[in-house]
């Protein structure tokens, strides 16, 4: 009898999914389904923290005080960002302190992009075209995911995160209008960055151990490699645009499909990121370690007056 009503649960939550019907916290879901909104979204909520820290290195040494303060906006954006996305998986039953356990412990995983190093001032102006252009396309599409706390989230995040686009293109044009020496440390960066941000949108959907569950109940709502595509597709007039060049010589229009064509990915470098072997994991982490750790009082002191005043 309870495998009968179990399935049923099961058909009605399916026919809302189906309807484009939000999913609310104290509606009724699929165990697996919760699990893996948990994932997907404390993972998002670790990847906005954890990019702060390739950007913060260089609000000292941003050019000009404008510089400086728009770096300064977009951190404290990615901070915000990271509140809302906790605040959101928290509504599926686990705690903030559990999820920041997991990401410390390294048990979490984050975006692979944010184990690269960010080596000069182009690296800023990449960063925020190349890595949050990427994340807007995955993100525009969350916006209409099946659960409401984190679609409604995204919302305020997309916007946020077009403000931070446009400053990192901002950037690379004033680099590429330049002098040779500019233009150089551009395409140097440009180089370096292509590759691990085609990496982001995750393993070709053949190899993506949750994507197909993911998109039948439209947490995703598009496959990783449509979401590669169409980044691709958006980005290659953009460079060009700059006077720049992708370092990939099978990146070309195909126009019987209507899209770029572009090399494969070295699945085994991300992979080895995804791991904690690359460039900056054991980095960003002990960084991120450091700042729980000094920061222990401050949420003793928030703990102790909350007490205080119940």
């Known amino acids: 009898m309870q495998d009968i009503d179990v399935k049923s649960l099961e058909t009605a939550f399916q026919d809302r999914i189906d309807q484009e019907i939000k999913i609310e916290p104290r509606d009724w879901m699929p165990e697996d389904y919760r699990k893996n909104l948990i994932r997907q979204i404390s993972q998002h909520a670790h990847s906005e923290v954890v990019g702060m820290l390739p950007e913060k290195n260089w609000l000292t040494r ?13 951190i404290q954006d990615e901070g915000g960002h990271g509140l809302y996305l906790y605040s959101a998986a928290e509504t599926l039953g686990v705690s903030r302190e559990e999820m920041v356990r997991d990401l410390l412990s390294g048990k979490a995983k984050y975006a692979s992009i944010f184990n690269y190093p960010a080596l000069n001032w182009a690296d800023m102006g990449v960063i925020g075209w190349l890595v949050d252009g ?23 995040i997309c916007k946020e995160e077009s403000f931070h686009q446009r400053q990192g293109y901002d950037i690379c044009l004033q680099l590429a209008r330049g002098s040779d020496e500019q233009k150089r440390m551009l395409q140097d960066a440009i180089n370096r960055w292509w590759w691990p941000v085609l990496m982001m949108f995750g393993p070709h959907d053949s190899a993506s151990a949750h994507s197909a569950q993911s998109m039948k109940w439209k947490i995703k709502r598009v496959s990783n490699d449509g979401l590669r595509q169409k980044f691709v597709d958006q ?20 126009e019987e499909r209507g899209h770029y064509d572009f090399g494969e ?18 980095r960003r982490l002990a960084v991120r370690n450091k700042a729980h750790d000094d920061g222990a009082w401050v949420r003793e002191a928030a703990n102790a007056y909350a007490q205080k005043n119940n």
């Not at 000009?64 to 770096?71: E, I, Q, Y």
């Not at 659960?147 to 409604?152: K, N, Q, V």
């Open 62 to 74: 941003a050019p000009t005080l404008k510089r400086k303060m728009a770096l300064l906006a977009k």
């Open 134 to 156: 990427a994340a807007i396309v995955n993100q525009v599409a969350l916006q209409r995911t099946s659960y409401g706390p984190y679609s409604r989230a995204m919302i305020r």
């Open 235 to 254: 980005t290659v007039p953009q460079l060009e645009f700059l006077k720049m060049t992708a370092p990939d010589p099978q990146l070309k229009w195909n």
């Open 265 to 282: 990915i070295d699945w085994d470098e991300f992979w080895n990121v995804v791991k904690g072997v690359g460039p900056c994991n054991k």
